[in-house]
């Protein structure tokens, strides 16, 4: 069955740059949507943004301005980088493969990773 | 920015019956989705489109919606279901996709 499995460093330094990979395995990146989501510890899930397969994004409004997603199909891996970091980043950050709706126009996640703690802090 | 609200907690006993709700402006036109959270784990979806259950969800799960709240209702409650449970939704042009801020079920 497909899995997602998150990885990267646990540890970044304020107003550096945040950086995780997702690696499918299981089955293709192809033909799916993935997204990053994140939950601050003790806090509820706010999504970041998602990529298809061809390298189409969209994010999250309010982080967009940091947020870059990108894909590499020949790995079956995806990535995030979210820069200038502060101590408000600080979560578990999950990657999740999205189901579309074409009408009326939405998704929604049914296929998780475990998640990985990222805590800023010099 | 669109939101979604939920109670933060709704308590049951054993065996009855339990309604969370979600609360949402596009919900009239937008589905809402709900995911269940145990301690330290990833969320699992639960209910999608308003009331489709995916497969190996126990049949006790199911939802609903009308107007701007959609319910997920948990009938004959086990102990196995305390965890928080989120519902989430798109804004109505279906631009991003945001949370409710989670309702802590207590089985009693």
């Known amino acids: 069955q497909v899995q997602l499995q998150e990885s990267g460093p646990g540890l970044v330094k304020p107003s550096e740059t945040l950086s995780l990979t997702c690696t499918v395995s299981?089955?293709?990146?192809?033909?799916?949507?993935w997204s990053w989501i994140r939950q601050p510890p003790g806090k509820g899930l706010e999504w970041i943004g998602y990529?298809?397969?061809?390298?189409?994004?969209n994010y999250n409004p309010s982080l967009k301005s940091r947020v870059t997603i990108s894909v590499d199909t020949s790995k079956n891996q995806f990535s995030l980088k979210l820069s200038s970091v502060t101590a408000a980043d600080t979560a578990v950050y999950y990657c999740?493969?999205?189901?579309?709706?074409?009408?009326?126009?939405?998704?929604?996640?049914?296929?998780w990773g475990r998640g990985t703690l990222v805590t800023v802090s010099s | 920015s669109y939101e979604l609200t939920q109670p933060p907690s709704v308590s049951v006993s054993p065996g009855q019956t339990a309604r969370i709700t979600c609360s949402g402006d596009?919900?009239?036109?937008?589905?809402a989705y709900w995911y269940q959270q145990k301690p330290g784990q990833a969320p699992v979806l639960v209910i999608y489109?308003?009331?489709e259950r995916p497969s190996g969800i126990p049949e006790r799960f199911s939802g609903s919606s009308s107007g701007t709240t959609g319910t997920l209702t948990i009938s004959g409650v086990q102990a196995e279901d305390e965890a928080d449970y989120y519902c989430?939704?798109?804004?109505?042009?279906?631009?991003?996709?945001?949370f409710g801020g989670g309702t802590k079920l207590t089985v009693l």
């Open positions: 999740a493969r999205d189901r579309m709706v074409v009408t009326p126009g939405s998704w929604y996640f049914d296929l």
């Open positions: 299981g089955g293709s990146i192809s033909s799916y949507y």
């Open positions: 990529i298809y397969y061809s390298g189409s994004t």
């Open positions: 596009a919900l009239p036109k937008q589905y």
């Open positions: 489109k308003d009331s």
């Open positions: 989430q939704s798109a804004d109505s042009s279906g631009t991003y996709v945001v």
